[in-house]
């Protein structure tokens, strides 16, 4: 499903080249569970956003969904996250001005889907994440488990294929943190790919497969 | 896609998410449009006092003036070749057809005397006409007679402020006043007609054109005023005024200034002063959107984060510039409607307090100033919200 093929991404800072990610070679099948693991500026971030059609390469080739991505068009990029990704940030990345339901519809919202529609997707997701109560609470009123299970809802509300996670328990304790990898765990079961890039030790052995990056390389991939 | 309604629910969202900034956007602009609402109205109301003051002469008018001008308005005599102006001249131009009125003007100072009270005054050497041409009611008594212009009795009527300090509350009809050492019978006082573009036509005294040039020891006259008939053509007249007076002087030795060309003239040079006005006024909206262009770049920079996740959530780059200009224009447009409030009635407020000051609330400039209040809200949006929709989501989402 996912295939990066010789995958480079060279930052130019003054006159300096920082190759974040260099000749990256992976393929990641649908559903599978795949941890990221490597010490801070090996490079996890960045391969997660080419993955996410954050960022674009700056050399290789990307195939997603038998599709080739680099060559698209910013729009057509778009279009890809809104129905095909879900991204769950490390610090929720939630607006504060609206409610936990509100955040959820967000993305349904900018795809136009109808209000009643919307509500009753956003409900059922919250819902099915044990946070329905919370549905007309703003962030602010949140714990930080609360705010990612909020987040992790909006990710997965427009059925994406794949749930990309950077650091999703980085700024948890460790109870809420396993919570979120559970339910995490529980979508993956559902079918979703799941990406998860991660410092703990803990929380990557979970995955299926691992990958560790080291100055931009994989030096080990399952 | 987004719904509209969405759309402009997650606008009014983020506006009222930030109600200081909102505000104070919306109050650059407003103050923007309400001195350019008040400025112009204010230079209107001027505009139509003073055309007003003029126009109440009525609009058939001609003015002849010795000498040729150069420009309107400034008379350049060629030295000792002109003829000079008579009352001959003016009982000839009387028969040129549709011409109804015509008054040979002389103008002046003296010490008008009466029981013993004296005052200097202005003395106007006018003919029989002159209510008629320039609509002055006789309040007592009548206007100066039909006499032969070139052997008038010594006749004066007086003007209402001079009626009242030498006469107070008596009437002054049929008796003796002194003009400049010759004695007149007072005939007949005029009503009030209060300042004219600053001339004080009430504090005066009118007798005939002969009786003054021999006051002043002229043998020309100022000026000849001539009124036609209502709807006859204003250039055969005009034509015709020139031919006269070349066949009488051998060449055209005089100017004619019709009360149009003077109402085009002042006309023009009062758009100007609207203009100015105006223009003052445009200066403080362009200020306002200096600020508004501020607060939008403050505005898309606090919410970079913001835009990155909009981005991450599969909005295009048209979605954000859009929310962003959106903002923009709503914020612009009622900073705009409350500053036309605040003019509209400031301009109230202001003719309430200085009655004096003519205000004129003009449909024209206000429009003008609510369009551009909306365009330089939107240029001030557009600059932002273009920076706004080109953030590349990766940096975006990592602002904060
Ligand atoms: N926008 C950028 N501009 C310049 N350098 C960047 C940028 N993004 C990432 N980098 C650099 O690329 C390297 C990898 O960064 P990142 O992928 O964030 O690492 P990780 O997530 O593994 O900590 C780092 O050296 C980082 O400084
Ligand atoms: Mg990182």
Do not use: K, M, Y
């Given at each position: 499903m996912i295939e990066l093929q010789a995958i480079q991404r060279d930052f130019n800072v003054g006159d300096q080249t920082i190759?974040?990610?260099?000749?990256i070679n992976l393929t990641i099948s649908q559903g599978e569970y795949v941890s990221i693991m490597g010490p801070?500026?090996?490079?996890k971030s960045t391969l997660l956003n080419v993955i996410g059609l954050l960022d674009r390469p700056s050399s290789g080739t990307y195939t997603l969904d038998q599709a080739e991505i680099t060559a698209l068009s910013d729009d057509e990029r778009a279009d890809i996250r809104q129905h095909k990704i879900g991204f769950i940030f490390q610090f929720f990345q939630?607006?504060?001005?609206?409610?936990a339901q509100e955040n959820v519809e967000l993305p349904m919202l900018l795809a136009g889907t109808a209000p009643f529609v919307r509500q009753q997707r956003a409900r059922k997701v919250l819902q099915s994440l044990d946070i329905l109560d919370r549905a007309g609470h703003r962030p602010d009123q949140l714990s930080g488990g609360q705010q990612q299970r909020v987040a992790i809802a909006r990710a997965t509300v427009m059925q994406p294929k794949v749930i990309l996670a950077d650091?999703?328990?980085?700024?948890?304790d460790r109870h809420s943190g396993r919570e979120v990898i559970r339910i995490l765990e529980r979508l993956n079961g559902e079918g979703m790919s799941l990406i998860v890039v991660t410092h703990d030790p803990e929380v990557g052995q979970r995955a299926k497969r691992h990958i560790r990056m080291i100055d931009g390389k994989i030096t080990h991939s399952d | 896609m987004l719904k509209l309604r969405d759309f402009i629910r997650l606008i009014v969202m983020a506006i009222f998410c930030h109600r200081l900034r909102a505000f104070l956007t919306m109050l650059c602009i407003a103050i923007g449009i309400a001195a350019v609402v008040l400025l112009t109205s204010i230079g209107e109301g001027i505009h139509r006092f003073v055309l007003s003051e003029f126009t109440q002469f009525g609009t058939n008018l001609i003015g002849i003036n010795p000498g040729r001008a150069t420009t309107v308005g400034a008379s350049v005599g060629v030295f000792g070749a002109e003829r000079p102006l008579t009352i001959d001249d003016a009982e000839a131009l009387k028969r040129i057809a549709n011409v109804e009125a015509v008054i040979p003007m002389v103008q002046g100072n003296a010490e008008i005397k009466a029981f013993g009270k004296s005052r200097r005054s202005t003395v106007y050497g006018v003919g029989a006409e002159f209510p008629t041409v320039f609509t002055f009611n006789v309040s007592a008594g009548r206007f100066l007679?039909?006499?032969?212009p070139l052997a008038p009795r010594a006749y004066a009527v007086l003007g209402y402020t001079l009626k009242n300090e030498l006469f107070g509350t008596k009437s002054p009809l049929g008796q003796y006043i002194r003009i400049g050492g010759s004695r007149y019978r007072v005939i007949g006082t005029l009503e009030s007609k209060g300042q004219v573009l600053g001339f004080d036509l009430d504090d005066a005294v009118y007798i005939p054109t002969q009786r003054s040039l021999a006051m002043f020891n002229?043998?020309?006259?100022m000026e000849i005023d001539l009124l036609y008939k209502e709807g006859a053509n204003q250039q055969q007249i005009v034509g015709a005024i020139e031919k006269l007076i070349i066949a009488r002087h051998g060449k055209m030795d005089v100017t004619i200034t019709t009360q149009q060309q003077m109402l085009e003239i002042l006309g023009s040079i009062l758009n100007v002063l609207t203009f100015a006005v105006g223009a003052l006024g445009g200066i403080s909206l362009l200020v306002g959107g200096v600020g508004i262009l501020t607060i939008t770049t403050i505005a898309v920079r606090e919410r970079t984060s913001e835009i990155g996740l909009y981005r991450a959530l599969g909005a295009r780059r048209i979605q954000i510039l859009a929310l962003f200009l959106g903002e923009a224009a709503i914020l612009s447009g009622l900073g705009g409607v409350i500053g036309l409030a605040v003019g509209l009635l400031g301009g109230q407020l202001l003719q309430l307090i200085f009655p004096a000051l003519p205000t004129h609330f003009s449909l024209f400039f206000t429009s003008l100033s609510v369009i551009l209040a909306i365009i330089i809200g939107l240029i001030a949006g557009v600059l932002p919200a273009m920076h706004a929709a080109q953030l590349d989501p990766v940096t975006a989402l990592r602002a904060e």
């Open positions: 190759h974040a990610l260099q000749q801070s500026g090996s490079g939630l607006l504060p001005r609206l409610t650091e999703p328990t980085g700024n948890l | 007679p039909d006499d032969d002229r043998d020309s006259v």
